[in-house]
């Protein structure tokens, strides 16, 4: 052991109720850090878990992001007459070709592609009606990228493929105009078709806007009931790694033309919700170890001025302003480990506390758990946090204790 270290370890133990306060709060620093950085992580992951998977990583749209250049314009780019107020050509929307853009798709690793035609219809029930958002599926495909399947609480989606005219719409719709399984509605579309559907399964997503305004049909039939014969006007996708969600959406936008959204791109605005707060959140819980690091540079400069004497001494022993500064780094950093390690236990049983947490919501009948986070990274950046600050505290009186000359303490002068 280094003779300055040996010093350093002398000097804490002298000071034993001053240490150990100093430990104490560099522990709680560390593991109130560990505590809020696995809440606020915890939760974000949740967030983002949730929002992954009730929304498709990639939906292709029918329209364009830069809208199409006239024909004119296009024919005389130098014209020197502008021609305004031109009407586009009138045509049946939707993704032209979907299946070959479908194919190339399919064709990207880790890509699962599925195709839908939406629109609005209107259902009628016993007098009562209801506009909902209709989406068109193929139940096969619809499987691999939507999580429709597991909100199913009565029927299961493969029933639209041996029922050509039937209907899952979800259970709170239901509940609003009376209706059950097997039950016949009427459909009206906006081309002015009618047909009586069948209900063949029902959904509970959670959310009231979903399960109240959005119904499932089988592709065929809503392209008949829109009017829009082999077309569809969505392509939403799952990916094996949804964070390659915007890369990839840029690819398929690049080569099929038409708009490529990524969920990053839609939810762009919670993400830098997020960002902000983790931001908030890591200034409010660094600022606790700051505060615990001012209990470490008030222990070591009371030393440094209670041993100006002794540094003195050693000065006129032959030690040098490095050793001596080295003495007092090593205070800081002993107590900045060991509160490091102390602050990891006492944080990791704060996390599995707050992870036993249930709370009960009224109107909800599953408890609600703390989500929480296990990584590593965050008792390492804890610990470095830490271990910097303290350092940093010791620095100043260790600086200041360095430039002692011992010739004026010996002496009395000082």
Same mark, same amino acid.
């Given at each position: 052991?280094?003779?300055?270290?040996?010093?350093?370890?002398?000097?804490?133990?002298?000071?034993?109720?001053?240490?150990?306060?100093?430990?104490?709060?560099?522990?709680?620093?560390?593991?109130?850090? %560990?505590?809020?950085?696995?809440?606020?992580?915890?939760?974000?992951?949740?967030?983002?878990?949730?929002?992954?998977?009730?929304?498709?990583?990639?939906?292709?749209?029918?329209?364009?992001? /830069?809208?199409?250049?006239?024909?004119?314009?296009?024919?005389?780019?130098?014209?020197?007459?502008?021609?305004?107020?031109?009407?586009?050509?009138?045509?049946?929307?939707?993704?032209?070709?979907?299946?070959?853009?479908?194919?190339?798709?399919?064709?990207?690793?880790?890509?699962?592609?599925?195709?839908?035609?939406?629109?609005?219809?209107?259902?009628?029930?016993?007098?009562?009606?209801?506009?909902?958002?209709?989406?068109?599926?193929?139940?096969?495909?619809?499987?691999?990228?939507?999580?429709?399947?597991?909100?199913?609480?009565?029927?299961?989606?493969?029933?639209?493929?041996?029922?050509?005219?039937?209907?899952?719409?979800?259970?709170?719709?239901?509940?609003? %105009?009376?209706?059950?399984?097997?039950?016949?509605?009427?459909?009206?579309?906006?081309?002015?078709?009618?047909?009586?559907?069948?209900?063949?399964?029902?959904?509970?997503?959670?959310?009231?806007?979903?399960?109240?305004?959005?119904?499932?049909?089988?592709?065929?039939?809503?392209?008949?009931?829109?009017?829009?014969? /082999?077309?569809?006007?969505?392509?939403?996708?799952?990916?094996? /790694?949804?964070?390659?969600?915007?890369?990839?959406?840029?690819?398929?936008?690049?080569?099929?033309?038409?708009?490529?959204?990524?969920?990053?791109?839609?939810?762009?605005?919670?993400?830098?919700?997020?960002?902000?707060?983790?931001?908030?959140?890591?200034?409010?819980?660094?600022?606790?170890?700051?505060?615990?690091?001012?209990?470490?540079?008030?222990?070591?400069?009371?030393?440094?001025?209670?041993?100006?004497?002794?540094?003195?001494?050693?000065?006129?022993?032959?030690?040098?302003?490095?050793?001596?500064?080295?003495?007092?780094?090593?205070?800081?950093?002993?107590?900045?480990?060991?509160?490091?390690?102390?602050?990891?236990?006492?944080?990791?049983?704060?996390?599995?506390?707050?992870?036993?947490?249930?709370?009960?919501?009224?109107?909800?009948?599953?408890?609600?758990?703390?989500?929480?986070?296990?990584?590593?990274?965050?008792?390492?950046?804890?610990?470095?946090?830490?271990?910097?600050?303290?350092?940093?505290?010791?620095?100043?009186?260790?600086?200041?204790?360095?430039?002692?000359?011992?010739? /004026?303490?010996?002496?009395?002068?000082?």
């Amino acid at each position: 052991m280094p003779l300055t270290l040996k010093i350093a370890v002398t000097h804490l133990n002298s000071r034993r109720r001053q240490t150990l306060m100093s430990l104490l709060g560099v522990m709680l620093g560390v593991a109130f850090f %560990m505590a809020v950085s696995s809440l606020m992580r915890g939760s974000e992951q949740d967030f983002i878990k949730r929002l992954v998977d009730s929304a498709p990583h990639i939906t292709v749209s029918d329209e364009f992001r /830069d809208a199409p250049v006239q024909p004119a314009v296009k024919r005389f780019p130098d014209g020197a007459v502008a021609i305004s107020n031109v009407k586009p050509k009138t045509e049946v929307r939707g993704i032209r070709g979907y299946k070959q853009k479908m194919a190339y798709i399919e064709h990207i690793p880790g890509v699962r592609v599925a195709p839908v035609l939406s629109g609005q219809i209107i259902l009628t029930y016993a007098g009562k009606e209801q506009g909902v958002l209709m989406n068109g599926v193929v139940p096969e495909l619809m499987a691999g990228v939507s999580d429709i399947e597991e909100k199913i609480v009565a029927g299961n989606m493969q029933a639209l493929s041996s029922s050509p005219n039937g209907v899952i719409i979800g259970r709170a719709l239901a509940k609003k %105009m009376n209706l059950e399984m097997g039950d016949n509605v009427t459909v009206s579309s906006p081309v002015g078709l009618v047909r009586t559907m069948k209900i063949v399964g029902l959904f509970e997503t959670g959310a009231t806007a979903i399960d109240e305004g959005q119904a499932y049909v089988l592709l065929k039939r809503a392209q008949v009931l829109l009017d829009r014969p /082999d077309r569809a006007n969505m392509l939403v996708m799952q990916l094996d /790694d949804p964070y390659a969600s915007r890369e990839v959406a840029a690819r398929i936008e690049k080569h099929i033309g038409y708009r490529s959204r990524s969920w990053q791109e839609a939810s762009e605005s919670l993400l830098s919700v997020l960002l902000v707060r983790n931001i908030i959140m890591y200034s409010v819980v660094s600022a606790i170890l700051v505060v615990a690091s001012f209990g470490i540079y008030n222990i070591i400069s009371t030393v440094v001025m209670e041993k100006r004497r002794d540094i003195a001494i050693l000065k006129s022993m032959g030690f040098t302003a490095r050793d001596v500064r080295h003495i007092f780094l090593w205070e800081g950093t002993i107590i900045g480990l060991m509160g490091s390690v102390g602050g990891l236990t006492l944080g990791y049983g704060l996390i599995w506390a707050l992870s036993t947490l249930r709370f009960q919501v009224p109107g909800v009948s599953v408890p609600i758990e703390m989500p929480v986070y296990w990584g590593l990274d965050q008792a390492l950046i804890a610990c470095a946090f830490a271990a910097l600050s303290a350092m940093g505290a010791a620095y100043f009186p260790a600086r200041k204790a360095g430039l002692v000359h011992p010739v /004026d303490i010996l002496r009395g002068q000082a």
